[in-house]
């Protein structure tokens, strides 16, 4: 059964792709504006080392097989493939055909052998230790790399579009500032930022609002351009970033805390530890902004620890649906005041990344390789889709420490306007 057989069989015979394979079959339409280029039988042997998504990214990755064209135009013309629609009789037949290719690659199945993007974390789950790791495997690759791809704000979370027109700047200046907003930040607060990244927040809400803040993060090389950022912009009497565990923050009474793209990180289970400590920070009042992924059902299996984001992107990342969240903070004891779900500007935030890895394309294989720059050009390929299409999505909650009498000194109807 030749490999033109094979795509013909899962995409259906007039699937909008080009499909070219080394054997010399083909199929779909030629001309499509998107080409599945499968180049060699490695891969092959690489998809079967793994099948499904992971096996896939492999060869991907690998450069065996090569996507000419939009990779989120190839995920929707796609979009229809499900395992369900795949009959017995051809998954035999195509079982049959590549069953060699799979006992080939026993060794990589029980991962002896497994390509060097790929991690596997030792000690216990959600550790200090562990999650340092964890970080340190996604966030210290290269400040350069990021620069590049994040634009100059280095802001690494859901930008907030206020229409299409946006670009990607005054789209994360915005986000910044409706995150103070909605914390109604005054001058001379107190502000904590945990997972605060490259400084982005606490630098907006020093300089914009004339707060005092701390933001920590896990990634040294983050902590290290935060604060010479920090220092670039005359906001060091006010602002501080740093290289610590949010765990380990000794102050409390603060005004208002920030959690901008932590929460993915912390794990279902650690969810109520995780806003209990929040929450013994702040003082009565204080307000709460939490901004994390969910998914998009709560009935779903909160991590994937086997698939591809998970191996090559954020490993022990866990994702659950937005009504654990809110239900977590809840039990803590912060008061849920205000939700909302812009999910929608997660995908243009991803696109416009999409967009300056391409623009940068040469000089970020030349800072990370070949190979992590097609992992990051398939990891944000495949968010956009999954924020487009409601697979996953990003959830502001406010909450409050409402104080021993239940007064939350919230307006009746708070808008949050822009500045």
Known sequence: MKLGEVFEAIA???APVEFLAY???KAGIPGSPVRVEVRSERAV???MSHPGEVGLARAYVAGEVEIVGDIVDLFQALSHVRPATITWPTRLKIGRAFAPSF????DILHRRDVPPEE???GGRRHSKGRDADAIKHHYDVSNTFYRWVLGPSMAYTCAVFNDENDSLEEAQDEKFDLVCRKLDLKPGMRLLDVGCGWGGMVRHAAQHYGVEAIGVTLSESQAQWAQHAIIEQGLEKQAQVRFSDYRNVP?????AISSIGLTEHIGEDNYPAYFEFLRSKARPQARLLNHSITRFDDNQQVHHRNGFINRYIFPDGELTGPAKVMTAMTAAGWEVRHEENI???YAMTLNAWRMNLENHWDEAVAEVGIRKARVWRL???TSEFGFIHNIIQLHQFLGVNSDAQGFSAMPLRPGFSPR
């Not at 006992?103 to 026993?106: I, M, S």
């Not at 102050?251 to 005004?255: A, H």
């Open 12 to 14: 259906g015979p007039d």
């Open 45 to 47: 042997d690489l998809v």
């Open 103 to 106: 006992f080939r690659n026993a």
């Open 343 to 345: 999910r929608e500007h």
């Open 379 to 381: 990891y944000m390929a």
């Open 251 to 255: 102050e409390s009474g603060f005004d």
């Open 23 to 25: 054997d010399g079959s």
């Open 119 to 121: 991690t596997k974390l």
